[in-house]
């Protein structure tokens, strides 16, 4: 399967900046060998999707969203539906982010539902799921997965239009890591449990995210049964997310 590189920019960029980088990263894509890469998705912030989409309109790299809110419209002040992010070009949208879930107070069940009407629009929904350190350290990793699972994948999920990202909360913007034995314990947990509830497992792609950075890339990116990463301020940095596009292999 091909590998997936996504860079989450989160709260972060202007017109100009982003798009420079959309441009940058366009340009070194374009210059490798058709199919030498992984695909490569950029999730800007929702303002600057259509100026991000607009650089990138044609080329290797799709487009992604942060967010989507589970209806297809509403008086959902703030709010964006998985439908329009497909009008403005976008074939990718992060789901259940640590974030989202810490910041906002989003459920298993509110993800599911996100997870579920991305997949209705046609977009491709990258579902985060992972545990706290507090957890990790009782030793209670493989529940937590088990449940977020359980509760944030759709039933009708299907490998070719979904795709995990296992994202240790305690590693995210902190510089630490789990070991590969740790990442692969995960991802092969991920997998077992998708291809039990929905079949083809070994088809899935499956991301790691927290902290990845072109230091590390190749480190986490050779792990067994890791598909891609899930790249958050490293992503900001065209010089440093490339070294994590090109870390292969993946």
């Known amino acids: 399967m091909t590998g997936l590189i996504a860079g989450n920019w989160k709260m972060n960029g202007t017109v100009a900046s982003a798009c420079a980088l959309a441009q940058g990263i366009l340009e070194r894509i374009a210059a490798k060998p058709a199919g030498s890469l992984p695909d490569v998705v950029l999730?800007?912030?929702?303002?600057?999707?259509?100026?991000?989409?607009?650089?990138?309109?044609?080329?290797?790299?799709?487009?992604?969203?942060?967010d989507c809110h589970p209806d297809t419209k509403g008086a959902h002040t703030g709010d964006v539906s998985a439908m329009l992010l497909a009008e403005l070009g976008c074939r990718y949208v992060i789901v259940g982010h640590s974030e989202r879930r810490?910041?906002?107070?989003?459920?298993?069940?509110?993800?599911?539902?996100?997870?579920?009407?991305?997949?209705?629009?046609?977009?491709?929904?990258?579902?985060?799921v992972g545990e706290t350190e507090k957890e990790r350290d009782q030793g209670v990793t493989a529940s937590v997965i088990a449940r977020q699972m359980a509760g944030s994948v759709p039933a009708q999920s299907q490998a070719a239009t979904t795709v995990i990202a296992y994202e240790p909360v305690w590693a995210i913007g902190t510089g630490r890591t789990p070991t590969v034995a740790?990442?692969?314990?995960?991802?092969?947990?991920?997998?077992?449990?998708f291809d039990t509830a929905h079949d083809h497992g070994a088809e899935l792609r499956i991301l790691y995210g927290g902290s990845v950075k072109g230091s590390n890339a190749s480190q986490v990116l050779v792990a067994k049964g890791v598909n891609g990463a899930l790249v958050g301020g490293a992503s900001l940095d065209l010089e440093d997310f490339w070294r994590i596009v090109t870390a292969g292999p993946i």
């Not at 999730?43 to 942060?66: E, F, R, T």
């Not at 599911?112 to 491709?124: D, F, M, N, T, Y």
Request: overall charge negative; hydrophobic content about 45%.
């Open 102 to 128: 810490a910041d906002h107070g989003e459920t298993d069940g509110l993800v599911q539902r996100k997870a579920a009407a991305a997949q209705s629009a046609g977009l491709i929904p990258i579902i985060c």
């Open 43 to 66: 999730c800007p912030p929702a303002p600057l999707l259509s100026v991000v989409g607009g650089v990138i309109a044609d080329g290797a790299v799709k487009l992604g969203a942060q």
């Open 182 to 193: 740790e990442i692969e314990d995960v991802h092969s947990q991920i997998r077992r449990l």
